[in-house]
């Protein structure tokens, strides 16, 4: 079967259970409604191997070429039936990906079970009057809280209910006095993690550095402990909610653009719960979820007790402590997503695939100070276009100038606010542009042509190394550049594959090092070895260069707080370092990052204490004057 016609027959089924991306069915309503549907689903199951076809519920994918078989085997017993396995096969590579629920003390569980079956299902009826008993009590009010056994329980509890051993429910003698969450048996004193701050919290401040706190988004601070973040935005008049377990259980879980978990994961000593915490802060998040997490090695959490897979603190909290890859794996694993890292320990996972490709762009997209800015003495008029018409709107079309280097292209109406006023001036955008080559040179604008263009090749490059699935919808800025700089999306790819290569040989990142230090004379350049050079100068750089260093920025995340970053030429390897104050005489490092490319591995060091701060000697070699 093909996915056509897959996608057909999902599309006609109108029973089960109906999620925007997918249709649940039990076994014998598959067989009921879409014969052959279920005798594929059979065949696959055999085929692949699935566990001896021990599944009830199957899940076909709307949206992609996709079956999850899914095992409970109390479906018919269990009031809320808890999932044992989960085998989701993908149909176009005909592999299998096998989830293990049956030792989790919180494994995902199931409700309104009449959804699923047929109308004529011996046990229906039943399972309807299980569900009114719930909704009778308030239970589905927050359907987004009640996926995993332990919330259910917790929420049942706080209802004044108990479950009896076939999973019905009792009302309790005493009702439960509040919705305080119950700390786990181990004492661990979870309500001590959240600390007091006096400015935004690092993820924060990731949001704000690219515009996402600009009050044009709405946020969700899910877990936002005594909430000093939550009272900085909305003294900006920010749309922006919280909600803490401990600090804050009244608070509000609306759907909003931005979900913030900010060092949650780290926190919670429960394995399934921490995973659930995940799954429910995504499920929030319209446009993107900021996931931040502690990072560190081994010489610090051998200083604690081990506990579980993380450590006890000498405050009796919880900390799991990550790596760089492993907290980027664990993202991609639990929401099935590629998530994008922005700092240490900092990453963004998009719900919204349009926003995830402005946000990457935007990466590349670096606004140039163009030197050109002035008119030339030897061009001064064209045939509809005047000179003293230029002259009159002067500020008019500066303005339309400038935009059109930073596109390196002519602007598409949307593209430019003053659009209307262009072309009632000079009747089109291309009879304004053409006078203002003109007017200001091509040169200028050949230089803005050129530089868009390896922009864009360093952005498709990157997108291969982050190995992204490829996207169904392309904004329409991104379209209007491919046709313009590549003619069509193929040709794109390939030069961008052709790059991406490249610099996988030392030799090409040694001879691109070699001949930009000798075009700018910055930073330190040891011969066949490496080059360290001033943030600042990236920019400039040959996009085998810019490649080289996107690809660790890509394990690493952004580099905001980065001063210097050193090349190796022959190990594979990008160092980023970070001083305690750049503007002084003579910084002290404070942090070394190696990134190591053949490994995908982010190593960190952090100076201080018994580990003395090296100073930054000769740092007039990394001044950037204004490049030629």
Same mark, same amino acid.
């Given at each position: ?7 057909q ?21 598959? !067989? ?8 594929f ?21 709307r949206?992609?070429?996709?079956? #999850? ?9 269990y ?5 044992h396995?989960?085998?989701? =096969?993908?149909l ?9 629920y049956?030792? !989790?003390?919180?494994p ?13 299902y ?7 009057? =299980? #569900?009114?008993?719930g909704?009778?009590? +308030?239970? @589905? ?12 329980n ?8 108990i479950?009896?051993?076939? +999973? ?15 700390i ?6 979870r ?16 949001l704000a550095r ?16 005594k ?6 935005l909305?003294? *900006? ?9 401990? &600090? ?13 978990l +900010? ?24 446009k ?18 081990? @506990?579980?897979? +993380?450590?006890?603190?000498?405050? %009796? ?10 907290i ?13 890292a922005?700092?240490?320990g900092?990453? =963004? ?6 926003e ?8 590349q997209?670096?606004?140039r %100070?163009w ?6 003495e ?7 276009v #005047? /000179?003293?018409?230029i002259? /009159? &709107? ?9 935009t059109?280097?930073d ?9 430019f606010e ?10 089109? &955008? ?11 040179? *091509? ?12 922009? $864009?090749l360093? @952005? ?10 490829p996207?169904?919808q ?7 550049d =491919? ?5 069509? @999306?193929?040709?794109?790819n390939?030069?961008?594959?052709r ?9 090409v990142?040694?001879e691109?090092?070699v001949?930009?230090?000798e ?5 330190? $350049?040891?011969?066949? *070895? ?34 210097l ?10 160092s ?6 750049f503007?002084?005489?003579v ?13 995908? &591995?982010?190593?960190?060091?952090d ?13 007039q ?5 204004q490049?030629?």
């Amino acid at each position: 079967m093909d996915y056509p016609k897959f996608h057909q027959l999902v599309g006609a089924l109108h029973l089960g259970k109906q999620l925007p991306d997918a249709v649940y069915l039990h076994k014998s309503l598959t !067989s009921e409604t879409s014969p052959e549907l279920a005798i594929f689903t059979e065949d696959i199951a055999k085929t692949l191997n699935v566990d001896g076809g021990e599944w009830n519920i199957a899940k076909y994918f709307r949206r992609g070429f996709k079956i #999850t078989l899914l095992n409970y085997p109390n479906f018919d017993t269990y009031a809320y039936p808890p999932l044992h396995q989960s085998f989701t =096969i993908d149909l176009t590579k005909l592999s299998v990906r096998k989830a293990d629920y049956s030792s !989790s003390d919180n494994p995902p569980i199931l409700h309104r079970k009449e959804t699923f079956v047929a109308e004529d299902y011996p046990l229906r009826s039943l399972f309807k009057a =299980i #569900t009114q008993e719930g909704e009778a009590i +308030g239970l @589905y009010e927050k359907p987004r809280s009640i996926g995993f056994r332990k919330s259910w329980n917790r929420l049942i509890n706080n209802k004044g209910h108990i479950l009896d051993e076939q +999973g019905r429910l009792h009302k309790k003698e005493i009702l439960a006095q509040n919705n305080t969450p119950e700390i786990s048996g181990n004492g661990i004193d979870r309500h001590k993690t959240a600390i007091d701050r006096n400015k935004l919290s690092s993820p924060m401040q990731v949001l704000a550095r690219r515009s996402y706190l600009d009050g044009n988004y709405s946020i969700l601070d899910y877990g936002c402990g005594k909430g000093d973040d939550l009272r900085e935005l909305e003294a *900006h008049g920010i749309d922006a909610t919280g909600w803490d377990p401990a &600090h804050k259980p009244d608070g509000k879980l609306p759907e909003s653009d931005i979900v913030n978990l +900010g060092y949650v994961l780290n926190v919670v000593e429960d394995i399934d719960e921490r995973r659930e915490t995940l799954i429910r802060a995504f499920g929030y998040a319209n446009k993107l979820l900021i996931v931040s997490v502690m990072i560190a090695g081994e010489s610090i959490i051998q200083q604690f007790t081990p @506990y579980k897979d +993380g450590v006890i603190t000498s405050r %009796n909290t919880f900390q799991r402590y990550y790596t760089q890859s492993e907290i980027k794996t664990y993202l991609e694993d639990s929401l099935e997503e590629s998530p994008i890292a922005v700092g240490q320990g900092v990453f =963004i996972v998009f719900k919204d695939k349009l926003e995830e490709q402005h946000f990457l762009l935007e990466r590349q997209h670096i606004r140039r %100070n163009w030197r050109q800015l002035t008119e030339r003495e030897a061009r001064t008029q064209t045939k509809q276009v #005047t /000179k003293g018409l230029i002259d /009159k &709107h002067k500020e008019l079309f500066t303005h339309f100038w400038e935009t059109i280097l930073d596109l390196g292209r002519i602007p598409a109406n949307n593209e430019f606010e003053f659009s209307d006023r262009v072309r009632s001036v000079a009747s089109s &955008h291309k009879k304004a542009f053409d006078a203002l080559v003109d007017y200001f040179g *091509h040169e200028t604008f050949e230089q803005a042509r050129v530089a868009r263009r390896e922009d $864009l090749l360093v @952005y498709f490059a990157l997108d291969k190394f982050g190995r992204r699935k490829p996207y169904k919808q392309m904004p329409e800025e991104l379209k209007r550049d =491919i046709k313009f700089f590549f003619d069509k @999306y193929s040709n794109a790819n390939e030069e961008a594959m052709r790059l991406l290569f490249s610099v996988g040989n030392p030799k090409v990142i040694g001879e691109k090092a070699v001949q930009a230090y000798e075009k700018y004379n910055i930073g330190e $350049l040891n011969q066949g *070895h490496s080059w360290v050079i001033p943030k600042g100068l990236l920019q400039d750089l040959p996009p085998e260069l810019r490649v080289y260093v996107g690809c660790a920025c890509q394990l690493y995340g952004d580099l905001d707080e980065i001063h210097l970053i050193k090349i190796h030429f022959t190990s594979g390897k990008v160092s980023l370092m970070r001083y305690d104050d750049f503007e002084k005489e003579v910084p002290l490092l404070i942090q070394r990052i190696k990134i190591k490319l053949r490994e995908l &591995h982010v190593d960190f060091f952090d100076y201080g204490g018994k580990f003395e701060p090296p100073p930054l000697l000769k740092k007039q070699i990394y001044n950037i004057v204004q490049l030629s």
